[in-house]
């Protein structure tokens, strides 16, 4: 893997070191500019300018589809030039804050890359690959202490991994920042469920999706009566229940009751994702 120029590899170790502060992000602009790369300078120019304008005022629609457009025609390269290769990503502000990985694999290949070049906030590491994540790499995912940027973790039908190996991860200090976690398909039942609702790093969750999951009324009832999730507004929980369960129906009146419209038993998460990333 061919590294960055000492100079850019610094620009971007500045941005990620101050990940809310613009005037990293313009020097690095200044920069891309200098070295013949004025598209991606004047995108990075301009979504910062973005963010500072009403949202979908008249002047943002305009300026935000532009934007949209060159991130989905040049983004990929962009990627692709920081040794990330073509992943699905999200931007903001210029930079990618979402990244996706098909497998297990690809992504610890580039980890320290990734966390060393770029401000993500949101991972998803998904297994149609057929890389899975194992025991072992849910284990080496839990002790990076770069989790702890992340506020968004999607982890795509990674199955048959030891439990204790999940309660690792639940248990991690770094993923105390998570607001969303996505662990769809990853074979999850109420054992698994019972370890996340005791995790108190989990207590900031806001948005849990257990989609596609088994994890029945013993699960759904841990999830309610856990002293960590008090937070929780969103919980999809389709196809997580076999047959006609015995209590199902009272449960999930008692997590309606709670969560509302929040409660989604007939929906994923991606049925409902934004595109506000620019």
């Not at 109420?190 to 999951?213: C, K, Q, R, T, W």
Request: glycine fraction near 10%; charge should be negative; hydrophobic fraction near 40%.
């Amino acid at each position: 893997m061919t590294p960055l120029p000492g100079e850019q590899a610094a620009l971007l170790a500045a941005i990620v070191a101050e990940p809310g502060d613009d005037t990293p992000r313009l020097v690095y602009a200044d920069w891309l500019q200098e070295n013949g790369d004025e598209p991606q300078a004047q995108y990075i120019r301009d979504s910062v300018r973005l963010a500072g304008l009403e949202p979908y005022g008249k002047e943002w629609k305009a300026l935000a589809g532009r934007l949209r457009e060159t991130r989905d025609w040049r983004g990929p390269e962009w990627l692709d030039g920081l040794g990330l290769g073509r992943r699905v990503a999200g931007f903001e502000r210029g930079l990618p804050v979402r990244v996706t990985f098909e497998g297990a694999e690809e992504f610890f290949a580039v980890a320290d890359r990734l966390f060393a070049l770029t401000p993500v906030r949101a991972l998803e590491i998904c297994a149609y690959s057929g890389s899975r994540l194992g025991r072992d790499g849910v284990r080496r995912l839990a002790a990076m202490p770069e989790l702890a940027r992340l506020t968004d973790l999607r982890l795509i039908e990674h199955q048959r991994i030891d439990p204790n190996a999940w309660r690792e991860l639940f248990r991690s200090p770094h993923v105390a920042n998570l607001e969303f976690l996505g662990l769809s398909g990853c074979d999850l039942g109420a054992v698994f469920v019972g370890e996340l609702a005791d995790a108190p790093p989990l207590a900031n969750l806001i948005d849990l999706d257990l989609s596609y999951n088994s994890i029945g009324v013993a699960g759904a009832r841990a999830i309610l009566s856990s002293p960590h999730l008090r937070r929780l507004e969103l919980l999809w929980l389709e196809s997580n229940f076999v047959g006609e369960e015995d209590g199902e129906d009272e449960i999930l009146e008692a997590l309606e009751s709670r969560l509302g419209d929040g409660l989604r038993t007939h929906s994923s998460p991606d049925d409902d994702e934004d595109d506000d990333e620019l």
